[in-house]
């Protein structure tokens, strides 16, 4: 039986075997996930993707939307932002996917 640090999937189960010929299973950690924009899918860009990354300007970048969106929609979210205030467009004219952070660029 596994250790239970072992029995969750956050570990992968490599199946090896040994210069004997025992078959044996080694647990290795799954590698970090790659941060995608939260609007169009891409893969941003200047996060570290190690698990063990100390500092808070490591993780993430120090911009507004910085780990969350990439640099194409986090603008497009400011303009959309600020011609909502200025009243040249509609909230009804912005796409679902950047209504939540125009609402949050709009409240600040």
């Known amino acids: ?7 969750s999937t956050s570990f992968r189960r490599l199946h090896r075997v040994t210069p004997s010929g025992r078959k044996v299973i080694h647990f290795e950690r799954k590698p970090a996930a790659i941060p995608h924009c939260a609007i169009c899918g891409s893969e941003l860009n200047g996060i570290s993707r190690s698990r063990n990354s ?7 970048n120090s911009r507004i ?4 969106l990439c640099s194409g929609c986090s603008s497009e979210v400011i303009k959309s932002a600020s011609r909502i205030e200025h ?14 952070y125009v609402l949050q660029m709009i409240s600040h």
């Open 1 to 7: 039986m596994p250790k239970p640090m072992h029995r």
């Open 65 to 68: 939307f910085g780990g969350v």
């Open 54 to 60: 100390k500092g808070r300007t490591l993780r993430s």
């Open 87 to 100: 009243g040249e467009m509609k909230l009804n004219d912005i796409s679902i996917r950047q209504r939540a």
